[in-house]
T-cell receptor
Framework: KQEVTQIPAALSVPEGENLVLNCSFT??????LQWFRQDPGKGLTSLLL?????REQTSGRLNASLDKSSGRSTLYIAASQPGDSATYLC?????????FGTGTSLTVIP | GAVVSQHPSWVICKSGTSVKIECRSL??????MFWYRQFPKQSLMLMAT?????????EQGVEKDKFLINHASLTLSTLTVTSAHPEDSSFYIC??????????????FGAGSRLTVL
Protein backbone atom coordinates (compact mmCIF):
# COMPACT_ATOMS: atom_id res chain seq x y z
CA LYS A 1 0.00 0.00 0.00
CA GLN A 2 1.24 3.47 -0.85
CA GLU A 3 2.42 5.52 2.11
CA VAL A 4 2.87 9.25 1.80
CA THR A 5 4.90 11.30 4.26
CA GLN A 6 5.26 15.05 4.50
CA ILE A 7 8.06 16.83 6.28
CA PRO A 8 8.04 19.09 8.18
CA ALA A 9 4.68 18.75 9.90
CA ALA A 10 4.73 22.46 10.70
CA LEU A 11 6.73 25.39 9.43
CA SER A 12 6.84 29.02 10.44
CA VAL A 13 8.67 31.58 8.31
CA PRO A 14 8.86 35.38 8.09
CA GLU A 15 7.15 37.04 5.17
CA GLY A 16 9.23 37.20 2.00
CA GLU A 17 11.19 34.03 2.55
CA ASN A 18 11.39 31.27 0.00
CA LEU A 19 10.50 27.84 1.34
CA VAL A 20 10.33 24.18 0.38
CA LEU A 21 7.80 21.60 1.47
CA ASN A 22 8.66 17.93 1.09
CA CYS A 23 6.59 14.91 0.18
CA SER A 24 7.84 11.34 -0.07
CA PHE A 25 6.06 8.19 -1.17
CA THR A 26 6.93 4.52 -0.96
CA UNK A 27 5.73 3.13 -4.30
CA UNK A 28 7.11 4.81 -7.42
CA UNK A 29 4.39 3.32 -9.66
CA UNK A 30 2.22 6.42 -9.70
CA UNK A 31 0.03 8.15 -12.26
CA UNK A 32 0.45 11.63 -10.91
CA LEU A 33 1.01 13.73 -7.82
CA GLN A 34 -1.08 16.66 -6.74
CA TRP A 35 -0.45 19.43 -4.24
CA PHE A 36 -3.41 20.91 -2.39
CA ARG A 37 -3.99 23.75 -0.03
CA GLN A 38 -6.44 23.51 2.84
CA ASP A 39 -7.50 26.46 4.98
CA PRO A 40 -8.82 25.73 8.49
CA GLY A 41 -12.25 24.10 8.38
CA LYS A 42 -12.34 24.27 4.60
CA GLY A 43 -12.08 21.87 1.71
CA LEU A 44 -9.16 21.32 -0.62
CA THR A 45 -7.94 23.66 -3.31
CA SER A 46 -5.80 22.10 -6.01
CA LEU A 47 -2.52 23.96 -6.54
CA LEU A 48 -0.47 21.90 -8.96
CA LEU A 49 -0.78 18.56 -10.69
CA UNK A 50 2.28 16.74 -12.00
CA UNK A 51 1.82 13.78 -14.31
CA UNK A 52 4.16 10.83 -13.85
CA UNK A 53 5.97 11.71 -17.08
CA UNK A 54 6.68 15.26 -15.95
CA ARG A 55 9.46 16.60 -13.76
CA GLU A 56 7.90 19.85 -12.60
CA GLN A 57 4.99 22.23 -12.84
CA THR A 58 4.85 25.95 -12.14
CA SER A 59 2.04 28.28 -11.26
CA GLY A 60 2.88 31.82 -10.23
CA ARG A 61 5.07 31.70 -7.13
CA LEU A 62 4.64 27.94 -6.80
CA ASN A 63 6.85 25.29 -8.32
CA ALA A 64 6.39 21.58 -7.77
CA SER A 65 8.93 18.97 -8.74
CA LEU A 66 8.64 15.21 -9.02
CA ASP A 67 11.34 12.56 -8.83
CA LYS A 68 9.54 9.25 -9.23
CA SER A 69 12.59 7.07 -8.91
CA SER A 70 13.42 8.41 -5.48
CA GLY A 71 9.80 8.76 -4.43
CA ARG A 72 9.99 12.47 -3.73
CA SER A 73 8.21 15.67 -4.58
CA THR A 74 8.84 19.21 -3.42
CA LEU A 75 6.68 22.29 -3.41
CA TYR A 76 8.66 25.50 -3.63
CA ILE A 77 6.98 28.74 -2.59
CA ALA A 78 8.77 31.91 -3.55
CA ALA A 79 8.49 35.20 -1.68
CA SER A 80 6.04 33.86 0.88
CA GLN A 81 3.10 36.01 1.97
CA PRO A 82 0.83 35.85 5.06
CA GLY A 83 -1.97 34.72 2.75
CA ASP A 84 0.02 31.57 2.04
CA SER A 85 -0.61 30.40 5.60
CA ALA A 86 -2.52 27.12 5.35
CA THR A 87 -2.01 23.38 5.43
CA TYR A 88 -0.44 21.93 2.32
CA LEU A 89 -1.23 18.37 1.37
CA CYS A 90 0.35 16.21 -1.27
CA UNK A 91 -1.59 13.36 -2.79
CA UNK A 92 -0.24 10.52 -4.90
CA UNK A 93 -2.49 9.16 -7.61
CA UNK A 94 -2.29 5.43 -8.26
CA UNK A 95 -4.91 3.78 -10.43
CA UNK A 96 -8.21 5.18 -9.33
CA UNK A 97 -7.15 6.30 -5.88
CA UNK A 98 -5.33 9.12 -4.21
CA UNK A 99 -3.21 8.63 -1.12
CA PHE A 100 -2.75 11.71 0.99
CA GLY A 101 0.13 12.81 3.13
CA THR A 102 -0.41 14.16 6.63
CA GLY A 103 0.21 17.71 5.53
CA THR A 104 2.51 20.58 6.41
CA SER A 105 1.01 23.45 8.37
CA LEU A 106 2.58 26.67 7.12
CA THR A 107 2.50 29.97 8.98
CA VAL A 108 3.92 33.05 7.29
CA ILE A 109 4.61 35.78 9.83
CA PRO A 110 4.04 39.36 8.66
CA GLY B 1 -13.18 24.82 -14.39
CA ALA B 2 -14.69 21.75 -12.81
CA VAL B 3 -16.73 22.45 -9.69
CA VAL B 4 -17.96 20.05 -7.03
CA SER B 5 -20.65 21.25 -4.66
CA GLN B 6 -21.11 19.67 -1.26
CA HIS B 7 -24.15 20.24 0.92
CA PRO B 8 -24.61 20.91 3.75
CA SER B 9 -21.34 22.58 4.63
CA TRP B 10 -22.01 21.98 8.29
CA VAL B 11 -24.61 20.09 10.26
CA ILE B 12 -25.33 19.45 13.91
CA CYS B 13 -27.53 16.54 14.87
CA LYS B 14 -28.59 14.55 17.87
CA SER B 15 -27.16 11.15 18.60
CA GLY B 16 -29.18 8.39 16.94
CA THR B 17 -30.38 10.41 13.99
CA SER B 18 -29.29 10.01 10.37
CA VAL B 19 -27.61 12.68 8.29
CA LYS B 20 -27.33 12.88 4.51
CA ILE B 21 -24.53 14.72 2.73
CA GLU B 22 -24.77 15.46 -0.98
CA CYS B 23 -21.93 15.75 -3.47
CA ARG B 24 -22.71 17.18 -6.90
CA SER B 25 -20.52 17.75 -9.92
CA LEU B 26 -21.90 20.99 -11.34
CA UNK B 27 -20.41 21.24 -14.80
CA UNK B 28 -19.20 17.76 -15.60
CA UNK B 29 -20.27 14.16 -15.34
CA UNK B 30 -18.57 11.97 -12.80
CA UNK B 31 -18.69 8.22 -13.13
CA UNK B 32 -16.64 7.93 -9.98
CA MET B 33 -16.83 9.89 -6.76
CA PHE B 34 -14.79 9.41 -3.62
CA TRP B 35 -15.70 10.03 0.00
CA TYR B 36 -13.03 10.99 2.52
CA ARG B 37 -13.06 11.57 6.22
CA GLN B 38 -10.70 13.92 8.01
CA PHE B 39 -10.07 13.97 11.73
CA PRO B 40 -8.72 17.15 13.35
CA LYS B 41 -5.14 17.88 12.32
CA GLN B 42 -4.93 14.65 10.35
CA SER B 43 -4.93 13.88 6.68
CA LEU B 44 -7.74 12.60 4.55
CA MET B 45 -8.73 8.96 4.83
CA LEU B 46 -10.51 7.38 1.90
CA MET B 47 -13.78 5.85 3.08
CA ALA B 48 -15.29 4.55 -0.12
CA THR B 49 -15.35 4.79 -3.88
CA UNK B 50 -18.74 5.47 -5.40
CA UNK B 51 -19.49 4.34 -8.94
CA UNK B 52 -22.57 5.50 -10.79
CA UNK B 53 -25.17 2.79 -11.01
CA UNK B 54 -23.35 0.24 -8.87
CA UNK B 55 -22.54 -0.45 -5.26
CA UNK B 56 -19.86 1.54 -3.54
CA UNK B 57 -16.52 0.00 -2.70
CA UNK B 58 -15.62 0.53 0.93
CA GLU B 59 -12.15 0.70 2.42
CA GLN B 60 -11.17 -1.74 5.08
CA GLY B 61 -12.56 -0.82 8.46
CA VAL B 62 -15.38 1.37 7.13
CA GLU B 63 -18.83 0.11 8.12
CA LYS B 64 -21.08 -0.21 5.08
CA ASP B 65 -24.25 -0.14 7.13
CA LYS B 66 -23.12 2.94 9.01
CA PHE B 67 -22.05 4.97 6.00
CA LEU B 68 -24.53 4.43 3.17
CA ILE B 69 -23.40 5.69 -0.22
CA ASN B 70 -25.67 6.13 -3.20
CA HIS B 71 -24.45 7.27 -6.61
CA ALA B 72 -27.77 7.58 -8.41
CA SER B 73 -26.68 9.73 -11.32
CA LEU B 74 -23.57 10.95 -13.10
CA THR B 75 -23.68 14.18 -11.13
CA LEU B 76 -24.79 13.17 -7.65
CA SER B 77 -23.50 10.96 -4.88
CA THR B 78 -24.86 10.94 -1.34
CA LEU B 79 -23.35 9.80 1.93
CA THR B 80 -25.78 8.98 4.73
CA VAL B 81 -24.41 8.58 8.23
CA THR B 82 -26.97 6.34 9.90
CA SER B 83 -27.70 6.37 13.62
CA ALA B 84 -24.98 8.92 14.14
CA HIS B 85 -22.95 8.96 17.35
CA PRO B 86 -20.50 11.53 18.70
CA GLU B 87 -17.54 9.53 17.39
CA ASP B 88 -18.90 10.06 13.86
CA SER B 89 -18.27 13.78 14.25
CA SER B 90 -15.76 14.67 11.58
CA PHE B 91 -15.09 16.57 8.39
CA TYR B 92 -16.33 14.68 5.33
CA ILE B 93 -15.05 15.60 1.87
CA CYS B 94 -16.08 14.23 -1.49
CA UNK B 95 -14.24 14.35 -4.79
CA UNK B 96 -15.27 13.55 -8.33
CA UNK B 97 -13.47 12.32 -11.43
CA UNK B 98 -14.44 13.88 -14.74
CA UNK B 99 -15.43 11.05 -17.06
CA UNK B 100 -14.24 12.99 -20.11
CA UNK B 101 -10.67 13.21 -18.88
CA UNK B 102 -9.06 9.85 -19.47
CA UNK B 103 -5.79 8.76 -17.98
CA UNK B 104 -5.17 11.95 -16.07
CA UNK B 105 -6.92 10.79 -12.91
CA UNK B 106 -7.65 14.37 -11.93
CA UNK B 107 -10.00 14.84 -9.03
CA UNK B 108 -12.01 17.88 -8.08
CA PHE B 109 -12.84 18.24 -4.40
CA GLY B 110 -15.87 19.62 -2.67
CA ALA B 111 -15.60 22.16 0.11
CA GLY B 112 -16.38 19.55 2.75
CA SER B 113 -19.12 19.00 5.30
CA ARG B 114 -18.51 19.30 9.01
CA LEU B 115 -20.68 16.95 11.04
CA THR B 116 -21.12 17.41 14.77
CA VAL B 117 -23.12 14.79 16.64
CA LEU B 118 -24.32 15.82 20.09
Amino acid sequence: KQEVTQIPAALSVPEGENLVLNCSFTDSAIYNLQWFRQDPGKGLTSLLLIQSSQREQTSGRLNASLDKSSGRSTLYIAASQPGDSATYLCAVGTGNQFYFGTGTSLTVIP
Amino acid sequence: GAVVSQHPSWVICKSGTSVKIECRSLDFQATTMFWYRQFPKQSLMLMATSNEGSKATYEQGVEKDKFLINHASLTLSTLTVTSAHPEDSSFYICSAKDRTISGANVLTFGAGSRLTVL
